[in-house]
T-cell receptor, first 113, second 114 residues
Framework: GDSVTQMEGPVTLSEEACLTI???????????LFWYVQYPGEGLQLLLK?????DKGSNKGFEATYRKETTSFHLEKGSVQVSDSAVYFC????????????FGKGTRLSVIA | ETGVTQTPRHLVMGMTNKKSLKCEQH?????MYWYKQSAKKPLELMFV???????ENNSVPSRFSPECPNSSHLFLHLHTLQPEDSALYLC?????????????FGSGTRLTVV
């Protein structure tokens, strides 16, 4: 079945450091790919998405590129802030049937000043 | 405010109680979902509704009973729960079940079963 694998956390970075959170997937066909973010005490918020190969999703300084050849959708940010501290979830939605979102386990990011 | 509202935000209940979680969306979405988020475990999809019809039930124990009276409201009725049911319960909605639609989540109900 469809699945998403994310790098294990937690990830701790200093402010203004570069961030990469790895995400790879297994799916039939051509899924849509998503990154969600969950701030403390809140639900998940859509951060960015990409619906076809080579698409780049971007939002709030975060970027991720849909790489079909490596089945990856890594999340990147050039300079993190303390306010980026949260849990980040990679997710996919397969093209086959009315399948719901499949989530990775989440990666906790802590940014220290 | 995401457009998906969940109440209550926090709930403590005994194992013999009956309670209900409520989710409301005014985004004009046609699909709604219940997820369970437990510490150190992946998000678990519980139920999926599309146009008020249940389309998926992921082997959830019968002590959880969903209800979708219209496309804007979704309930999760709880009875005789166990302590391991303590978790954050998240409601989400999407425009449709189509593949490119992301979900809009509520802030969740933090449930503690004592």
């Amino acid at each position: 079945g469809d699945s998403v694998t994310q790098m294990e956390g937690p990830v701790t970075l200093s402010e203004e450091a570069c961030l990469t959170i790895n995400c790879t997937y297994t799916a039939t066909g051509y899924p849509s790919l998503f990154w969600y973010v969950q701030y403390p005490g809140e639900g998940l918020q859509l951060l960015l998405k990409a619906t076809k190969a080579d698409d780049k999703g971007s939002n709030k300084g975060f970027e991720a590129t849909y790489r079909k050849e490596t089945t990856s959708f890594h999340l990147e940010k050039g300079s993190v802030q303390v306010s980026d501290s949260a849990v980040y979830f990679c997710a996919l939605r397969s093209f086959s049937g009315n399948t719901p979102l499949v989530f990775g386990k989440g990666t906790r990011l802590s940014v220290i000043a | 405010e995401t457009g998906v509202t969940q109440t209550p935000r926090h709930l403590v209940m005994g194992m013999t109680n009956k309670k209900s979680l409520k989710c409301e969306q005014h985004l004009g979405h046609n699909a709604m979902y219940w997820y369970k988020q437990s510490a150190k475990k992946p998000l678990e999809l519980m139920f999926v509704y599309s146009l008020e019809e249940r389309v998926e039930n992921n082997s959830v124990p019968s002590r959880f009973s969903p209800e979708c009276p219209n496309s804007s409201h979704l309930f999760l009725h709880l009875h005789t729960l166990q302590p391991e049911d303590s978790a954050l319960y998240l409601c989400a909605s999407s425009q449709d079940l189509g593949v490119s639609y992301g979900y809009t989540f509520g802030s969740g109900t933090r449930l503690t079963v004592v």
